[in-house]
């Protein structure tokens, strides 16, 4: 998906380094290493294995990474809304995290998340 309406308006998607930024200040691990407390960003690491359940707030914390390349963002209601009517359209919130899933397969960033992911569930079924 390389675009979505929002209101009377297309918006560019980005799954990019501005999109893998904008989730790692989402979703963050904190550890404590001799005395200090140290914070990482995991996002795409992180809404890849949310979108795999069809959560509805990384499918919308995911798509609001996505427009962070624009300087007039959409308000998050309006993000929101439109990611409403598509998810009615595509048939539900697992259609539409597909489809998340897919696009960023297909962006070819993310390609070692999806690798480890892939055995991982490989060594599960066994």
Do not use: C, W
Request: no cysteine; glycine share 8%.
């Amino acid at each position: 998906m390389k675009s979505i309406k929002i209101g009377n308006r297309d918006y560019e998607l980005n799954f990019g380094i501005r999109f893998s930024r904008a989730l790692s200040r989402v979703y963050t691990m904190e550890r404590n290493i001799e005395g200090n407390t140290m914070k990482f960003g995991l996002g795409v690491r992180m809404v890849v294995g949310y979108l795999e359940t069809a959560d509805p707030d990384a499918i919308f914390n995911s798509y609001k990474a996505a427009l962070a390349k624009h300087k007039k963002m959409p308000t998050d209601e309006q993000i929101e809304d439109a990611l409403d009517e598509l998810a009615t359209e595509l048939g539900g919130f697992d259609a539409l995290a597909e489809v998340l899933l897919d696009t960023l397969r297909e962006a070819g960033f993310y390609e070692k998340i999806f690798t480890e992911m892939d055995e991982t569930s490989e060594e599960t079924a066994k």
